[in-house]
């Protein structure tokens, strides 16, 4: 066995998920040195991603690894095995934040420029860009996603279930979603015969030509899109809606992506914030454009800039922004205390997240007196806002979903190699001039595609290659296989992307034995339909998605089942054999940190890490024929289903149990399954001796780790904290430190 091919890549990320590591990484270091495994880990941070593209910047000492660019080429290896815990999105606000931050810690990185003029300038926005969060995960899934509620959490949250808002008929609450003049309406797809390459070309209403893109090198097989949004339609549709929420009463509730499809709906959002505050915004044109205020970066962008004014000035701004509110519907708030609305920063209402929190508050949001309110849930495009439709329509019809009996939706997404992603590249373009918006076959001059589009349009093209949709399938076919389950390929025929994708699917199911499966292909509205009803029998079904549905029903089920994402097996099966393990969702994370250095305690749950690492041992298991590292996850398996039936998951408050012994606990508990096992009789001596003193320990070990709450932590940074600090922060119980440190010496 070679060195690579017993070594798992774990990597470092951001925020709370990042503070856990300290704490995890060497337990896990620990017990995988007894088989022989050892554990690297690879720096995608948001920090460390800013210092890395920006090296050239900084001295010798101050230079990093680009651990994104490794990555990319590892997961191309067989030897491939990663987990992958969450990272931030990455919006501009938090961009600038972690330059700021960088900047004080004494790295010369460049400014963040929201209004590049100079090539430099233009130049370094463009390697800012790269940076952005929703770059991370395209580079390194090389495969599609197999997600599912393992046994032991769905279990634990039927027999614990979270609380479900009640559902009356009478509800008002609703889906807004445009119709006409969306990505959607203007959708164009056809797949490739043979390879080419093809230009992306703008030409103006007077002719002339502007090559946006040349070059793009397509292969045979693969589907291609082009599509764009009206702007003109999309604000005459957030008109309406404002006028009808305000005439229903209800709130005003935008719900788009807008932090990972990074090119499109930061726009979409921004023409949110300046119709919704559009006296205000129409008013102080002049002053905002000199001031370089930017809607895209939400209300909150403003409410920044303006501090640096004049305060007559700036009081009568801030009461005019008030006075918008007159003539408004009640909004959303994130935070009603506060007075944040889900229009004062583009990534504090993701669509995927707070959707299934919105149905699961009986289709409720916040609003300004921290009460409860029906709400109108604003999502502009129309591809798959049908879906929540159809889940609100069920929950009116047949109340709210029971936790305690609901069987389980896993997913298969189509993912590999930048499938579907939307807005995440760089074939998005916002129109500064009317014209025309054409791909071109740079060899035949043939044109694949042609729209006519105005000023503030937003064009995009997409690809999905033919490899990775073929893997899809087998993907599919294999997981109805192995469960017996129903599967259901989530396309519609009357779209054009996945009415190629259906041709794709029907012809690569028939290179596949599926005899006496039950494989279905529906609409996502009639998809979402069958699978409330088979679950509601407690039964369970398999969804087959593209990308972006990938992403929304990895949340919206898992939430609704057992409360939270961040509790699903993600594993990402690579292309070429190796292993990609996801550990959950990072949503909640900016709250729990900022819990963590206000008070010490940290509640945030590594059961994501837990599970993701089970998996990763397997499948190390499997690759390399190590026993003892099917041991490990066998046991490491139990140890989790243990902790979550002794309740050792975090408490949300101080000098209880937080996110530290939580994983003193999977420590105890995973050496007790070791030790207890009889597959191999080394590890059962070995960590026998370690069971034992983390047992006899116990009570001192919990001491000390609750003993250290209760006071503000420094850690030294947000984005970029300091390694020594924040270890320190995590590992305070020097009973627990002094045991795990013996055992891996």
């Known amino acids: 066995m070679s060195n690579a091919e017993s070594k798992i890549f774990y990597t470092l990320t951001d925020e709370a998920p990042a503070l856990a590591t300290r704490s995890l990484l060497p337990i896990y270091q620990s017990f995988a040195s007894a088989c022989g495994v050892e554990i690297d880990t690879k720096d995608i941070s948001l920090g460390g991603r800013i210092l890395a ?3 050239e910047y900084l001295t010798d000492e101050q230079r990093v690894p680009d651990a994104l660019a490794e990555l990319a080429q590892l997961v191309l290896e067989p030897s491939a095995n990663i987990i992958k815990t969450p990272n931030i999105s990455a919006s501009i606000p938090q961009i600038r934040a972690a330059v700021a931050e960088l900047q004080a810690k004494g790295f010369a990185v460049p400014d963040f420029n929201d209004d590049p003029k100079t090539d430099e300038e233009k130049k370094i926005r463009a390697m800012y860009d790269g ?6 995960n395209p580079v390194i899934r090389e495969g599609n996603s197999d997600r599912r509620a393992p046994a032991a959490v769905k279990n634990y949250a039927r027999q614990n279930p979270h609380s479900m808002g009640e559902w009356l008929p009478t509800s008002k609450s609703h889906v807004a979603t445009m119709n006409g003049g969306d990505f959607r309406s203007s959708e164009r797809s056809i797949t490739l015969k043979d390879a080419c390459t093809v230009k992306i070309e703008f030409t103006d209403k007077y002719g002339n030509k502007t090559v946006k893109q040349d070059g793009v090198e397509l292969l045979a097989g693969e589907v291609i899109d082009a599509m764009f949004m009206s702007k003109k339609a999309l604000r005459k549709f957030y008109e309406e809606q404002i006028e009808d929420a305000k005439n229903q009463g209800v709130l005003f509730s935008l719900h788009v992506k807008a932090t990972m499809m990074k090119v499109s709906h930061p726009i979409v959002f921004g023409h949110a914030v300046t119709v919704f505050y559009k006296d205000v915004y129409e008013k102080y044109a002049t002053l905002f454009d000199e001031l370089n205020v930017q809607p895209n ?3 909150g962008n403003l409410y920044n800039i303006i501090q640096q004014i004049s305060g007559e000035l700036r009081e009568k701004i801030e009461a005019d922004i008030l006075d918008c509110y007159k003539d408004r519907p009640a909004i959303a708030m994130v935070d009603s205390d506060k007075g944040i609305s889900n229009l ?19 289709g409720k949001m916040w609003n300004m007196d921290g009460e409860l309110q029906d709400a109108k849930a604003v999502i502009p495009e129309s591809t798959y806002a049908f879906i929540y439709q159809e889940v609100i329509d069920y929950c009116k019809e047949h109340g709210a979903l029971d936790p305690t009996k609901i069987g389980s939706v896993s997913n298969v997404g189509l993912m590999a190699q930048k499938a579907e992603e939307y807005g995440s590249h760089d074939k998005t373009y916002e129109m500064e001039y009317g014209g025309y918006m054409r791909v071109i076959d740079e060899d035949t001059g043939t044109i694949l595609f042609e729209h006519a589009v105005e000023e503030g349009d937003i064009w995009r093209m997409c690809q999905v290659k033919d490899a990775p949709i073929q893997d899809w399938v087998k993907l599919a076919v294999s997981r109805a296989r192995k469960t017996g389950l129903p599967a259901v390929f989530w396309l519609d025929k009357n779209r054009p992307h996945e009415a190629q994708l259906i041709i794709k699917v029907d012809e690569y199911l028939k290179q596949h034995d599926t005899e006496g499966l039950n494989i279905l292909i529906m609409s996502p509205a009639d998809a979402t339909r069958y699978s409330l009803e088979v679950i509601n029998q407690g039964k369970d079904v398999i969804s087959v998605t593209g990308n972006v549905l990938r992403d929304y029903l990895t949340d919206l089920f898992p939430i609704l089942e057992v409360g939270t994402s961040a509790k699903m097996l993600s594993i990402v099966p690579l292309m070429n054999g190796g292993g990609l393990f996801e550990t959950g969702a990072g949503g909640s994370a900016p709250k729990h940190v900022q819990q963590f ?37 066998d046991t490491l ?3 989790t289903s243990k902790l979550l039936t002794e309740g050792k998951s975090p408490s949300r408050k101080v000098n209880e149990l937080d996110n530290r012994g939580s994983h003193f606990y999977l420590a105890l508990y995973w050496a007790q399954a070791i030790a207890a096992q009889d597959q191999d009789a080394d590890l059962k001596a070995k960590f026998a001796s370690l069971a034992a003193q983390l047992s ?16 503000p932590v420094d850690i030294d940074g947000y984005y970029y904290p300091s390694e020594d600090k924040a270890f320190a922060a995590m590992r305070p119980s020097a ?11």
């Open 637 to 639: 398996d139990l140890a």
């Open 597 to 633: 250095l206000k008070e010490g305690h940290l509640r945030w749950d590594s059961l994501g890490e837990f599970l993701a690492t089970a998996a990763s041992f397997e499948h190390l298991a499997d690759a390399t024929s190590n026993e003892k590292a099917r041991v490990l996850a």
């Open 297 to 299: 970066n939400g209300l």
């Open 53 to 55: 593209t920006f090296n």
């Open 131 to 136: 940076v952005k969060g929703s770059n991370v």
């Open 344 to 362: 004062h920063v583009p990534s504090d209402v993701i669509v995927d997240a707070s959707m299934p929190a919105m149905i699961r508050n009986s």
């Open 735 to 745: 009973t627990l430190n002094s045991i795990i440190d013996g055992f891996t010496a």
């Open 696 to 711: 006899d320990n116990e009570k001192t070990i919990v001491d000390e780790l609750n003993n250290a709450q209760g006071h």
